[in-house]
Each structure stands twice: as C-alpha cells, then as structure tokens.
C-alpha cells in the first residue's frame, strides 16, 4: 500500500511517532491534501515558542484560520528572548486555543511577570501547568483557574506573597477545593504556609514532589523543615500515593518528616536529611526501628544518602591479599541492621514492600579506580578485587528471598 493509499488515521499515527523535523513536516504537507491535514494535527497539536518571528508565525495562523486553534493542546514558551510586548502576543493568542490543556513557561535570565502576557485571568481551563520562573502561589491562582488544575510544576525563585494581607490564595481557600493531583516544588525558600494553606483544599492530591535549594551566593529565608512539612503532609493523608523529598545542597535542621500518618502512600523517595535524625543521619547503628517509621501501604522505597552521610559502616579487616585466582576483600559491612529489619518487617508490618533502592551520592571518585582499572586490563586471573560487592550481593539475594528487589548503589570503598 503506498503512502497515498494509507487511511489518515495510520498517517497521523506515523507522522506522531516519527519525531520528524520542521523542514520534512512542511515537505509531507505538501503531498496531497490528506497528508496536509495529518501534519497540521501534528504541527499544532504541541507547540514551543522560543522566538519573536515563532510566536508571530503562530499567531497569524491561528487568526488566518481558527480551525487550528482547535488543534493546541499544549504550549510551551522558552522566555529567555521575548520581550514584554511579544509575551503580551502570547497572550493573546493563547485566547483563541479552546482546546489548550498544558501550558509551560521558562525563563531562566529575562524576568517578566505576568501581567505581562495575561493582562488578567485567563479564560481558558487549563488541566497541567509548569513554570520555572519567578512566580507566587498568589500569581497562579490570579492568572489560571487553579481550580481546575490537575497537574502544577513550579520551580525557580518563587515569590512568596505571606506579608500581603490580601493574599488571593489565603482568601480564596476559604471556598474552594482544588482539584490538583499531582504537585511538584523546586523552592529557595520557606513556603510552609502556603503549602499548608493550598494542601488543606487539594482533596484529591496524589503525587508530591519538594525540592530544597539553598544556593550559597543567596541570603534566603530559613528552607521548610522537617516538622513543617510533617503538618503540610497531614492533610494529604488519606489520598497521597507517591511522595519525593530532596534537599540539594549540606543539611536541614536535626528533626525528620513523620511518614506515619500517611495511610496511603506506595511510593517514597527521599534523601535521608528527612527520614533520619541528626544523630542517625551520621550513625547507621542509631536507626533501629526506622522500618515501623514508614506507613504501612509502602511498596517501593528509595534513599539517597548525600556525600556527607553513608547507608552502612565498613571496617577495613586486613591487608589486599593476592591468589592466583583472585584478589581478596580487606573489608567487611557493619551496622547495616537498619536495612535487614526492612526485610523482617515485611512479615508483620510493611506486607506490601517489593522494592528497596539504596543509593549513596559521591562528588568524586577514589584514586585508587585507576588502580582497579589497571588491574582489570593486566591480568586475567584478578577477576575480583578489594571492594564490598561480594557482601552486597549476598545482601542483595536475602532480600530476593523474602521477595524484596534490593538495589545498592553504594560509593566504591578503597
């Protein structure tokens, strides 16, 4: 069958999934009029607008000929290089997609607000909205039906609006509930008020994800904390399923998030600044009984250990002992109780656990790799060397047993 005699549906499948070019688009919608109307679907079904002449383009086609408008589903603008004039285009044109859902905006050196492209509300229901820029949760609820919002990504220097006494998130929480499911953060700053206050109303929440910066060359208000997160998480305690929390730079105060009043959560990925204490986070022998911490619903568990912290303790036992056949390990895991009781809980408190991921961060590798890939390129018979990943296997195939996928990603030790 040639491509002239395919059915439009098998044309637009293929034009979707082929990750074509502009320049081969604009070839196939000049073949015949059915592969015209397939490459339209395609061209403005997902649109970016990274330059002035783009959003110029796009605009007089949608004014040319509504029908395409129709077509948008998503747009993601890259602000770096627009103006306030052409983002204030944008805006208007983004007007006339009925069909819009998705709406991206970034802009990581030209600052604007967003007076600038919306000159008020929008019109348009929006269901995803990600923004990595500088905006409030205040900006969000102003310029976008927030309640109808399913998915919100916000990420960057984001202003916080607490010292207004007219807050219109503050004010408008008092009546609505938000219909948002899925919630990331990338923050510089405290925003356990807002959180508490957009949280409380967000009935329907299923997937959290928070992300602590704290640049050095920044002076930034205290970053949320353990306990302040621990209230926010309260509210979503009987409908979040999936939940990541990351800090990305040293450590946050000495106390840890309280996991247990999540009833429903499946899926955890934190870095262990938030599961641990203090004085566990730098001693894997004081987190005994951290398995009964977690909620009971936990099926999948993953946590990152920065470089100034470590999942086990390893003892060097002796020297690098040689055979013929292979190079003996000088050392030995210590004080990895903590994980082996993840293992024995599943038989009477966490029944749903099938996947533990342990990972330790390092900035920089040993020295001693150049020897390890000497070794392995010289000889032939030093087909094992000094390390711990004979331990770690053997770790590895008892979780196995207990029908627990363990994943060790740990710093090599020598």
Not at 13 to 39: C, D, E, P, Y
Not at 74 to 84: A, Q
Request: net charge neutral; proline share 4%.
């Amino acid at each position: 069958m040639t491509g002239a005699k395919l059915p439009p549906e098998i044309i637009h499948h293929i034009l979707s999934i082929g990750n074509f070019g502009l320049t081969t688009l604009a070839k196939l919608a000049r073949v015949n009029s059915k592969f015209n109307v397939a490459v339209r679907l395609v061209l403005y079904r997902n649109v970016c607008l990274m330059t002035e002449s783009e959003a110029l383009l796009f605009d007089r086609s949608i004014k040319e000929c509504p029908e395409l408008g129709k077509l948008t589903k998503s747009v993601r603008v890259i602000g770096d290089s627009l103006n306030p004039r052409c983002l204030q285009q944008i805006g208007q044109t983004l007007r006339h997609l009925p069909s819009l859902k998705t709406f991206f905006y970034s802009a990581a050196y030209y600052v604007i607000t967003f007076d600038d492209m919306f000159k008020g509300p929008t019109p348009f229901q929006l269901q995803s909205v990600d923004i990595s820029s500088i905006i409030s949760f205040d900006d969000v609820a102003k310029y976008f039906q927030l309640s109808g919002i399913e998915i919100l990504r916000l990420a960057g220097d984001l202003v916080n609006a607490r010292d207004d006494q007219t807050t219109l998130l503050a004010a408008r929480t008092d009546h609505h509930q938000y219909s948002l499911k899925q919630l990331t953060l990338d923050v510089w700053r405290d925003y356990s008020v807002e959180l508490d206050v957009l949280l409380l109303h967000c009935p329907l929440l299923e997937s959290f994800s928070y992300t602590a910066s704290d640049p050095a060359c920044r002076q930034q208000p205290p970053l949320t904390s353990p306990a302040a997160l621990s209230q926010v998480l309260g509210h979503c305690k009987q409908t979040l399923t999936t939940l990541e929390l990351a800090y990305s730079d040293g450590d946050v105060d000495g106390t840890r998030v309280d996991l247990s009043c999540l009833q429903t959560l499946r899926n955890l990925k934190a870095h262990s600044c938030y599961l641990f204490q203090r004085d566990e986070r730098n001693n894997p022998a004081a987190r005994t009984g951290f398995y009964a911490r977690l909620p009971s619903s936990l099926e999948k568990l993953e946590i990152i250990f920065m470089p100034t912290t470590s999942a086990f303790e390893v003892r060097e036992i002796g020297d690098i002992g040689w055979t013929p056949h292979q190079i003996t390990a000088p050392y030995e895991l210590q004080n990895h109780n903590w994980l082996v009781e993840l293992m024995s809980g599943k038989k009477t408190y966490l029944r749903n656990l099938s996947h533990i991921h342990v990972k330790e961060i390092t900035e920089a590798r040993h020295h001693h790799m150049r020897f390890r890939e000497t070794m392995k390129k010289g000889s032939t018979n030093h087909d094992r060397l000094p390390s711990v990943d004979d331990r770690l296997r053997s770790l590895e195939n008892t979780f196995r047993a207990a029908d627990i996928t363990l994943e060790l990603d740990i710093r090599d030790f020598y």
